[in-house]
């Protein structure tokens, strides 16, 4: 009997919830799982042609930098007025057309007045400061490991470094888009995102990449070769595109062994005795990246090529490049092409040639390990 009260109170409670779930399932409207007012569809196109990345190349045979299609891309919707980020989302879909590369994707925007930008996610050495501020994010580079400032022996066997004397990595690149004033209405249905042109958003590369090479004699006695360019700007707007002139920074890159100077293309240069004049004669090159080169320092633009050698003494030379930077090679097809030689000095008598590092061949190794 207490079993059969049980059950009849338990069926009761059943039926008074089934009954209140009916009254609150009328009175409610259906909707649906996803509220799709404020919600805009982005397109945000990548213009690929770079120099000396993609295109224009010196040589074509020579390495340049790795380049792959950004994998994502933010989109930033900013306040004009404070410039804060009011509403963002990455896009990770990719698509192509015949216009190009693009990035699409959805983003939740209440209406309103927007400034918007949109950069890749997925540099190495670039970097981004402040990216949720629209008037003063800015891209830049680290400066260089300590473990490399050591071996600039051009900045340390002729003087004390500077406190100001800032040397950090070339850059890798950024594709940025940009637009201001961008109205976004009220919409109860997905919507399209477009600049005040009324286009999708195009985004370019921040990044310049200079082609720079030199002639060498004698590069069988270096182990390594660096390079340190000054004059060049450390960082760049993302809401201009134009790089910071109160900023100047040095440069470093390694240089990369090429072919025979004559091979190369390379005339010799008038007066230089050792150019062309034997097989020893061979270039070095490399591509670098840059925010550009800052006007007002044209006075004191100068590239030092640092080397290890492999008799133990250190060599460096160093040039001023200011008017390379002012020749059609350097404005149209940003390739610095400088008609030097550099003479590698011979090991001193007696020496008995130092000696190169190297990696041998992993081996097994078995030991006991006492614990």
């Not at 390079?227 to 240089?255: K, R």
């Not at 200011?322 to 350097?330: G, N, V």
Request: hydrophobic content about 35%; proline content about 5%.
């Amino acid at each position: 009997m207490r079993r059969m009260l049980t059950m009849l109170r338990n069926l009761r409670g059943t039926l008074s919830l089934l009954a209140v779930l009916g009254v609150l399932a009328a009175s409610c409207e259906r909707r649906p799982l996803e509220d799709l007012s404020n919600t805009h569809y982005v397109r945000v196109y990548v213009n690929e042609d770079i120099l000396n990345v993609t295109q224009g190349f010196y040589n074509p045979e020579y390495a340049r930098p790795a380049y792959d299609s950004p994998q994502i891309m933010r989109i930033v919707l900013a306040d004009p007025q404070t410039g804060l980020t009011r509403a963002d989302r990455y896009l990770r879909t990719i698509g192509h057309d015949e216009r190009g590369t693009y990035y699409e994707g959805y983003v939740i925007a209440d209406p309103g007045e927007y400034d918007v930008f949109a950069y890749n996610f997925d540099t190495e050495v670039t970097l981004i400061n402040h990216p949720n501020d629209f008037s003063n994010a800015f891209a830049y580079t680290n400066e260089i490991a300590s473990h490399l400032r050591t071996r600039l022996y051009s900045r340390f066997l002729t003087k004390a470094p500077a406190p100001d004397d800032k040397i950090v990595y070339d850059a890798d690149n950024l594709f940025v888009a940009r637009s201001r004033g961008v109205q976004v209405p009220y919409s109860n249905k997905i919507d399209t995102l477009r600049t005040v042109q009324g286009d999708y958003f195009e985004a370019e590369s921040l990044v310049k990449y200079y082609y720079l090479q030199v002639r060498v004699k004698n590069i069988r006695y270096a182990i390594s070769a660096s390079s340190l360019l000054d004059g060049m700007s450390g960082s760049a707007q993302l809401s201009s595109g134009l790089m910071n002139e109160d900023d100047p920074v040095t440069v470093y890159f390694e240089m990369i062994p090429g072919g025979e100077s004559q091979a190369a293309g390379i005339a010799p240069v008038k007066g230089d005795p050792t150019a062309g004049s034997t097989d020893d004669v061979v270039i070095i090159y490399t591509t670098f990246g840059t925010f550009g080169k800052i006007p007002s320092l044209e006075s004191n633009l100068s590239i030092t090529f640092d080397f290890t050698t492999v008799y133990g003494q250190p060599y460096f030379e160093t040039f001023d490049i200011t008017d390379l930077f002012l020749t059609e090679d350097a404005i149209v097809r940003q390739w610095l092409l400088i008609d030097k030689t550099i003479v590698i000095p011979d090991p001193p008598k007696g020496s008995s040639g130092g000696f190169r590092p190297g990696v041998d061949e992993w081996g097994d190794v078995n030991t006991d390990i006492i614990i």
